[in-house]
């Protein structure tokens, strides 16, 4: 089966620009997660959608991050405006189920890396 | 709320040596819990899981895990390291959402 796709695959932008970065998850898996890593940090989860609709958003900064999984299947992620600590990879990863629910691991794209200058 | 708590950020051994990541959880109601490996410039790949049933899991590349619930612990080993072993490795629980440890990071010294 086709992996989790993510583009693009780096990006830079000076702060106080905007940027967005898409997801396509695994065909079939109802649950999308964004993930931030910051290096030498573990993933932190930003969003998680089942379907089309938000499950968990606690940790998502929405003064200036948003996403969107509109048709239940690909999402994007935008930051507007970015800032310097906003430099991480952004993680997509999707599963067949909601995570625990089925048992269901994630499967996970190779990211975006973002550097803010 | 759950969460995971790995012991050291870096380890490192010898090639052939005993490989012992270690992994603490906080949970509310009984847990699952994940391996996670991510070698250099990739993506984060399922080492195992664990989910009910046997307490000792049995992943790839050789890896295991015990969950043992009386001391919240689910530490990851290998008998023996081998230099491909060399990677960032996340314990991870879920209860709905997956939430990460900061990871550790293997060193497999020649």
């Known amino acids: 089966e086709a992996g989790v796709a993510q583009s693009p695959r780096y990006k830079i932008i000076e702060k106080r620009q905007s940027v967005a970065f898409w997801c396509n998850p695994i065909?079939?898996?109802?649950?999308l997660y964004w993930y931030q890593q910051i290096l030498g940090q573990g993933p932190k989860l930003l969003i998680q959608?089942?379907?089309?609709?938000?499950?968990?958003d606690s940790q998502l900064p929405k003064d200036r991050f948003s996403a969107e999984r509109l048709k239940g299947v690909d999402s994007t992620l935008k930051i507007q405006p970015a800032k310097l600590e906003d430099s991480a990879v952004y993680l997509c990863?999707?599963?067949?189920?909601?995570?625990?629910?089925?048992?269901?691991?994630?499967?996970f794209g190779n990211g975006t890396r973002l550097t803010v200058t | 709320a759950q969460s995971v708590t790995q012991l050291g950020s870096h380890v490192s051994v010898s090639e052939g040596a005993l490989v012992l990541l270690r992994c603490n959880y906080s949970?509310?109601?009984?847990?699952?819990l994940f391996w996670y490996v991510q070698y250099p410039n990739q993506g984060l790949q399922l080492l195992l899981k664990?989910?009910?049933?046997?307490?000792l899991v049995k992943g790839i590349n050789g890896f295991e895990a015990e969950f043992k619930k009386s001391e919240t612990s689910f530490h990851l080993t290998k008998p023996s390291a081998h230099m491909s072993d060399a990677a960032e490795y996340f314990c991870?629980?879920?209860?709905?959402?997956?939430?990460f440890g900061a990871g550790t990071r293997l060193t497999v010294k020649p």
């Open positions: 990863a999707s599963s067949l189920g909601r995570g625990g629910d089925n048992n269901s691991p994630l499967h």
């Open positions: 065909s079939g898996h109802a649950t």
């Open positions: 959608f089942q379907n089309n609709g938000v499950v968990d």
């Open positions: 949970s509310s109601v009984p847990p699952y």
């Open positions: 664990y989910t009910t049933g046997a307490t």
């Open positions: 991870a629980v879920s209860n709905n959402d997956m939430r």
